[in-house]
Each structure stands twice: as structure tokens, then as C-alpha cells.
């Protein structure tokens, strides 16, 4: 298993080839909030050719003093505003915030790792 990433302060090691298999349930499910900072605004709307205050306003929405991603609901799912279910993946992959790019290796994981085990297939004991 040469692709397994690991990280320090982690208890499982993660095999992003699993991705392909599982259909994205970390951009699906329950309701959730992908946080973005000022760059990370600014990088997807860039990717996305739109101005920035478009792209606030289409995309974004308000949670306490941050801003994060819409979901959309599709049946009883909540979906990243991004996933896109035809390609099973992310729209925006290559500007996809810095949130989605550490996951699985999230401080709630680490006293959570069965609910994670649950949810991705990528994941196995370290």
C-alpha cells in the first residue's frame, strides 16, 4: 500500500485510492459546513471565472462570524454546493478549500475515528 498517507498526531493512515469507490460521502450526508477563508473565496471564484461578489452570493452563506459553502438537499442528503454526483466527485477540485483538503485528517477525528471508519473507506489503522 504505497499510497497510504499518514500523519503525525493520527491514529489511521488514509488510501486516497479509496476515493474512487466510494462516491464522495465526505461531500455528502448530514449537514455540515466547509468553512472558507478571504483566498479561498478568492481562488474559487477565479476557478470558477466569476467575480468574487458573485460567487459570495450564489455560493456562500453566512454561519455565526464565518462563511461557508452552501449544501444543496438532494432526497435526504445534505450535498456540497460542489459535489457534483454525475462525475461522483468534487466540481471544484483543484480550488477546493483547505477544509476539504486535510480531510480525514480532522482534530474531531481523532476521538471519532469510528464514526470516520463509517464514513470513509479509505481509512485503516495505522
Request: glycine share 8%.
Amino acid at each position: 500500500m504505497s499510497d497510504l498517507i499518514r500523519q503525525e498526531g493520527f491514529d489511521f493512515a488514509f488510501t486516497p485510492s479509496a476515493c474512487e469507490s466510494c462516491g464522495g460521502r465526505c461531500c455528502t450526508g448530514e449537514s455540515g459546513n466547509i468553512f472558507v477563508s478571504p483566498e479561498e473565496i478568492a481562488a474559487l471564484a477565479k476557478h470558477l471565472e466569476m467575480e468574487e461578489a458573485l460567487f459570495r452570493s450564489t455560493y456562500l452563506v453566512k454561519k455565526g462570524y464565518k462563511l461557508s459553502l452552501k449544501e444543496r438537499i438532494v432526497g435526504m442528503s445534505h450535498d456540497c454546493i460542489f459535489y457534483d454526483r454525475e462525475i461522483g466527485g468534487c466540481g471544484v477540485y483543484e480550488a477546493r478549500p483547505l477544509q476539504c483538503r486535510t480531510f480525514p485528517f480532522w482534530n474531531y477525528f481523532k476521538n471519532h475515528l469510528d464514526e470516520l471508519k463509517r464514513e470513509c473507506p479509505g481509512i485503516v489503522d495505522a
